[in-house]
């Protein structure tokens, strides 16, 4: 990753912690068309969208995620978070 694409990740994840939802899943979707399979950026829209709802997407991705880093606690943890906003 260089760093004009490290920068718009950046710029993504300030607009993601402030709310800005839709513009950072933009900004999120530019780094994935050059890098399809980053696992940090999946896992921040996967976060995303558990946040506005889109639960069903939320699970897919963090599914993705785990596939990719079965030890990684976080990601099994936020698909528990998903599943339970799911009852």
């Known amino acids: 990753m260089n760093g004009a694409e490290q920068r718009v990740i950046d710029q993504a ?9 839709t513009e950072a899943a933009h900004l999120y979707n530019m780094v994935l068309n050059r890098h399809p399979m980053n696992i940090g950026i999946l896992s921040l829209m996967a976060d995303l969208f558990n946040r506005i709802d889109y639960t069903g997407l ?26 339970r906003k799911e009852n």
Request: charged share 15%; hydrophobic share 45%; aromatic share 14%.
């Open 13 to 21: 994840v300030s607009l993601h912690k402030a709310g800005k939802f």
């Open 58 to 83: 939320a699970i897919n991705l963090y599914g993705v995620c785990i596939q990719a880093d079965p030890e990684n606690g976080k990601y099994w943890n936020d698909l528990g978070i998903a599943f």
